[in-house]
């Protein structure tokens, strides 16, 4: 079974930019979340989406978005980049147990550099 | 407030030894799960091992396994055997709902 994909692994923008990432998960999973990992403040989670309907969401400003389509697969999108948005932004999926019972299993990453 | 706590950020250890990897967290609820995470330089995030708070027994996969003391509210990783691919950064996280709480993670060294 494939693993959870994440496009693009790299990316590079200049600040008041917008960006948008993409996340598929592992087959039969309906459950993604996004975390942002930095060398200042960790890993922080930024939201959760299963079967379409954002479930969960940390303390990140409304910069930062996200949807989830049919197929389960979710896009982030942040909005007026700024310095501090450079991190490595990472996608996990699960099957979506209520209560978040289940584990997650994570892709490579996209490392978001912010100019 | 939930919290992770890894106290060493770095720990090393000779290849072929055993090392255990210290893990505190602070919650008010009875039944929640808890997970060891590894980084390699890859950035990848790689489950490790997964402990559902209301088994008393341990888990353990292969290599690793872990000392859960619920009431001390204490979860340490033991590798054992230690490999040189077991260099990476571990993380200890707490469930919470539908997120993840993290500890700052511990940096593994294995010297050949």
């Known amino acids: 079974k494939a693993g959870v994909t994440q496009t693009p692994r790299y990316l590079i923008k200049t600040r008041g930019q917008q960006v948008t990432l993409s996340c598929s998960p592992i087959?039969?999973?309906?459950?993604v979340s996004w975390y942002q990992q930095t060398p200042g403040q960790g890993l922080q989670f930024l939201f959760e989406?299963?079967?379409?309907?954002?479930?969960n969401k940390g303390n990140f400003p409304g910069r930062f978005s996200g949807r989830q389509f049919s197929n389960s697969r979710s896009e982030m999108n942040v909005s007026t980049l700024e310095l501090g948005d450079s991190a490595l932004y990472l996608c996990?999926?699960?099957?979506?147990?209520?209560?978040?019972?289940?584990?997650?299993?994570f892709g490579p990453g996209t490392r978001l550099t912010v100019l | 407030a939930q919290t992770v706590t890894q106290s060493q950020p770095e720990m090393s250890v000779q290849e072929a030894e055993t090392v255990t990897l210290s893990c505190t967290y602070d919650?008010?609820?009875?039944?929640?799960?808890l997970f060891w995470y590894k980084q390699p330089p890859s950035r990848q995030m790689i489950l490790v091992i997964r402990?559902?708070?209301?088994k008393q027994q341990n888990a353990t996969e292969n290599r690793f396994s872990v000392n859960f003391q619920k009431a001390a509210k204490s979860f340490s990783l033991k590798i054992s055997d230690s490999q040189l691919g077991d260099a990476a950064m571990y993380f200890c996280?707490?469930?919470?709902?539908?997120?993840?709480?993290w500890g700052a993670g511990t940096k593994l060294i294995i010297k050949p």
């Open positions: 087959s039969g999973h309906r459950s």
């Open positions: 402990q559902e708070a209301y």
């Open positions: 919650t008010s609820e009875s039944d929640y799960y």
């Open positions: 996280a707490y469930s919470r709902g539908y997120q993840l709480i």
């Open positions: 989406y299963f079967s379409e309907t954002q479930r």
């Open positions: 996990a999926s699960s099957l979506g147990l209520v209560g978040g019972t289940d584990t997650q299993y």
